[in-house]
């Protein structure tokens, strides 16, 4: 099967010598779920870091087929979605996380939020789906991530810069690392969450109106949920004031500290921009600038 170039080099550069192993072998794994579960592909839906694609079972079940180079990510993934069974998320047909392999339901008519043009609408529909999703974090040992742990990204910025911080600003750096602690340190009842619910991971539903894709699955308090959603899909120009509008209306709906969700907010974009150079992935550039605009809404507290 013929695979973009750009989605090659996602996975190379992502995953180093694993994600070229998981490349030489994609065709046998395509081989193996069509035997397996005796699917046909009908068409791949655009490629970022995994495959997915639109598939037809045996029966005529439209189903959706995802295939990742086998990670921890990808396995809590399948957990997550497994414990959400459905409620605001879509259903597991079938999984093989060990090898990278998920199964799940087709979301149809599937449009993405994105379609929603006003955009406090927008958030509300994804406050509400985020009500539907949350749940109490599973007694420990589970296996879900911890935004705690994420946040460690941080120290590998330092170790790999000597102690400096790169091609990233010292400035917002340590603010971030400060504003992490302080935030860890006082956090709320620690809830399973998507972890990355943004607009193109909500699509719009038959069974629901909208209904998640692609969870991380990772423990931490509600306020760090809304990062993603609000800092996707912003306009061009005006994002401050856009920022401002998301956070109250979010905050507002979800019965949130606000002021809480601005320091994740700004906190994940210094960490984002690192996760980019970390990765050869993405614009670190563009993560910093909306760090600096939670930043600039935090003092005008």
Partial sequence: MQLPEVFKRTIRSVHGKQGEAWLENFDELIRYCEQ??????????????????AVLLEDGTEAALK???????????????????????ARVIASEPDKGILLIEAVLPG?????????????????????????????????????????????????????????????????????????LDTSGAPLLLHGDLHHGNILAGEREPWIAI????????????????????????GQLEVLRRRVNALSEALQLDRNRILKWAMSFGVLSAWWCVEDGVGDPLKSLRRAELFEQILLEE
């Fill in 36 to 53: 397996t579960w005796k699917l046909s592909i009908r068409h791949p839906y655009e490629l970022s870091f995994n495959y997915v694609a």
């Fill in 111 to 183: 449009y993405t939020l994105h379609k929603v043009q006003d955009d406090t609408e927008a958030m509300l529909a994804a406050a509400r789906l985020m009500k539907r999703l949350w749940r109490p974090a599973p007694a420990e040992p589970h296996p879900f991530p911890k935004v705690e742990r994420w946040t460690e990204g941080l120290a590998r910025l330092r170790q790999a810069n000597n102690g400096g911080t790169g091609s990233l600003p010292e400035r917002l750096v340590a603010l971030a690392e400060t504003t992490f602690k302080q935030l």
């Fill in 67 to 89: 295939l990742s180079v086998p990670n921890k990510e990808s396995r809590s993934e399948e957990q997550a979605l497994r414990l959400f069974d459905g409620r605001g998320a």
């Fill in 214 to 237: 692609d969870p991380k699955g990772v423990v931490g308090e509600a306020e760090y949920e809304v990062c993603s959603l609000m800092t996707n899909h912003l306009p061009d120009s």
